[in-house]
């Protein structure tokens, strides 16, 4: 948060739903205005308790498959247009 977040004013996380992927452990490790500074500037994402993570990679992976790289590219560059602008 302090390094390469440290302009973000949101930080949106994606998280399973372990138990070790509580907010309160900031708490532990940090200070307690530290730790509700980070809080505050982040955006917790929670995956469903039935899913998982990877399996939200994997549709992402299959929309973008579909719709960008199911067609042949002149060049380097224009790989890097459509990666930008996903």
């Known amino acids: 948060m302090d390094t390469v977040y440290e302009n973000s004013i949101k930080v949106t996380r994606v998280m399973d739903n372990f138990s070790t992927h509580k907010l309160c452990f900031f708490y532990q490790y940090f200070t307690p205005q530290i730790a509700k ?3 505050d500037r982040m955006e917790i994402i929670h995956t469903p308790a039935h899913g998982s993570w990877l399996n939200m990679a994997e549709i992402e ?3 973008f498959t579909r719709q960008e790289l199911d067609r042949p590219f002149g060049d380097k560059k224009e790989v890097e247009i459509v990666g930008k602008n996903r």
């Open 37 to 39: 500074a980070y809080i």
């Open 61 to 63: 992976f299959s929309v």
